[in-house]
């Protein structure tokens, strides 16, 4: 029998060890697995690498992570936020590290990961600073340049409903990387609104398939 | 100098107002971060403009209000928004599908600077103290099939922001084709820089002057 239900939080993510490099879902608030996160800071994990678009924004999630001490490195499009305080602090003082990847680069770096393709060539990036030291090729007289995959050891993400088989629905833009990141992580731990019963899920509107979740926790499961 | 005081400037709703003459019907368009979502208070009712947000959704509405907020409905700059009739959801890498293979027509961002040759500057100044962040601009910038700039024609110490080289750091080469500013509209051509429209009490020579770059004349 498959079952990915899992019944507490700290269970789900009772294996994450110090320095692993963790996935986590969300456009500002909008996707951002809260109840993941927080059982994160619970449960102590350090020297952790954060992929996510952001680096956390007014005190929560991510934001209480980076400024527990807990981040070594955040992977991020976007790591200015509206009272992104703690991440702003250790930047400056070179206590973070940031790499910085345009959107799209990061969004098709993860499908990338998840896709079994070790890297790609994109216009995305040519001739700036980000692009320093990236191999570069013309194809058809466009210039583009190398980037590379990514995948990480857990995918924390937000999901709307789930099952025991571990397929997946979303709501609204809370979707944003949630399906990619879920391909790319060795161990995907989905956060969801409400888990219902095998076979309640239209096939037609499942959007990540189960074989990429390992884990599912319900909202006001038991910390 | 130029006496910019006789001038009557176009204000953020006037370069709005100029660009949607330039979106045609059935137009997918993506609006940047800051001045350009001023542009969806605009949009024709008699044309069907599909507006794109980069975080996965086709057929965005107007800003959401009352009930109608759900913190899972956001746009680019995390506002609460709606959905129009139609609207499509989709995950961040097909939503960049549509932005990286061209499949959005028209991009409209703000900048810093833009060059002679259509290079953009608009995702960080030189302040080293500033935390850098470039979101989707890199991407967006040479995506779309038409990139439009909405600008201040010049800095705030009076520099135009129409450069020989950017000397921010750049965005995207060769991307621009269009700048919409408070003074004029400037295509970007192989020939060079083509003034399309100016305001009013403003002569083409004075535009050229303030511009600090060449500018072709339109009207001539």
Known sequence: ?223 | MIDLSKVKKRSTADIAKRIVQDIPDGASVNLGIGQPMAISNYLPHDREILLHSENGLLGMGPLATGDQIDPDIVNAGKQSVTMLSGASLCHHADSFVMIRGGHIDICVLGAFQVSIKGDIANWRTSDPNAIPAVGGAMDLALGAKKLFVMMEHLTKSGESKLVQECTYPLTALDAVNCVYTDLATIAVTPQGLLAIDWVEGLSFEELQEISNVALINSQS
């Open chain 1, 1 to 223: 029998m498959i079952q990915k239900i899992i019944p507490s939080v700290a269970e789900a993510l009772r294996d994450i060890a110090d320095g692993s490099t963790i996935f986590i879902s969300g456009f500002g608030g909008a996707g951002l697995p809260i109840l993941l996160l927080d059982a994160l800071l619970e449960q102590g994990a350090k020297n952790l690498t954060l992929i996510s678009n952001n680096a956390g924004a007014s005190g929560v999630g991510i934001a209480k992570l980076v400024g527990a001490g807990r981040v070594k490195k955040m992977v991020c499009s976007f790591p200015r936020q509206p009272e992104s305080g703690a991440f702003d602090e250790l930047y400056r003082a070179g206590k973070i590290e940031l790499e910085l990847v345009p959107q799209g680069t990061l969004a098709e770096r993860i499908r990338a990961g998840g896709a079994g393709i070790g890297g790609f060539y994109t216009p995305t990036g040519f001739g700036t600073e980000l692009a320093k030291g990236e191999d570069t090729r013309e194809i058809d007289g466009v210039n583009y340049i190398f980037e590379k995959a990514i995948k990480a050891d857990y995918a924390l993400i937000k999901a709307d409903k789930g099952d025991r088989w571990g397929n997946l629905t979303y709501h609204g833009t809370a979707r944003n990387f949630g399906p990619v990141m879920a391909t790319a992580a060795r161990c995907t731990i989905a956060q969801v609104r409400e888990v219902v019963e095998l076979g309640a899920l239209d096939p037609e509107n499942i959007v990540t398939p189960g074989i990429f979740v390992k884990r599912i926790v319900q909202m006001g499961a038991a910390s």
